[in-house]
């Protein structure tokens, strides 16, 4: 996409820019835009002759925003607890487990991310105390995972926080909430995540 080709993309980018250099140093980065980048990236597909895949576009773009923006909360959240969202989920599994322990391999099937991540995280937790690894006591080629009393207390903490100011408080209605979900629960199936 050119964003240079439309003059009134160059205008309102110029004008904001100025507005904001002039507010001073209490300006968000990405605030007062004045108008939706996506919005204007769809009518520029159109305007490209690119109709038939505008929508898609704008609803795949939008998506990897709202997950930037989703993410940062987390992550902003996650920090003074010294734990990484990918951390905390391999923490909330052990958390939830009947034994607070799992295979490495059932971790990484479970949160479904590449084995060489969850040897990461788990490197990681071990490191700060909050699980241990061993021999799987029925296979000795595979390694378990065990949350340690101080990986409890912190998964603990760490909900409580994320509940708090996060799950609580996504910055949409219930029934966008529900809709929301129903419409990613779809698209997660139809592509075969579950």
Same mark, same amino acid.
């Given at each position: ?8 993309? $160059? ?6 820019? &100025? ?35 505008? $929508? ?10 709202? #997950? ?45 991310? #590449? ?20 021999? #799987? ?25 994320? &509940? ?31």
């Amino acid at each position: 996409m050119d964003v240079n080709a439309s003059a009134s993309y $160059d205008d309102a980018m110029s004008a904001q820019t &100025n507005a904001a250099g002039s507010a001073g140093a209490g300006v968000a980065a990405g605030s007062g835009l004045g108008f939706d980048p996506i919005a204007r990236a769809r009518e520029q597909w159109v305007e490209q002759g690119w109709g038939p895949a505008a $929508d898609g576009m704008a609803a795949i773009t939008s998506l990897m925003r709202a #997950h930037q923006i989703v993410l940062a909360r987390v992550e902003a959240t996650l920090r003074p607890l010294g734990v990484t969202f990918a951390r905390y989920e391999v923490l909330m599994l052990l958390w939830f487990s009947r034994r607070g322990s799992l295979p490495m391999k059932v971790i990484g099937s479970r949160l479904q991310v #590449h084995p060489t991540s969850v040897t990461n995280a788990v490197d990681r937790l071990e490191d700060a105390g909050l699980v241990t690894r061993s021999t #799987h006591p029925e296979d000795r080629r595979a390694m378990l995972v065990a949350l340690t009393p101080a990986g409890r207390e912190l998964a603990e903490r760490a909900t409580t926080a994320l &509940n708090t100011e996060v799950f609580e408080q996504p910055d949409l209605g219930a029934a966008d909430v529900r809709s929301l979900v129903d419409v990613l629960t779809r698209l997660r199936r139809d592509a075969g995540d579950f």
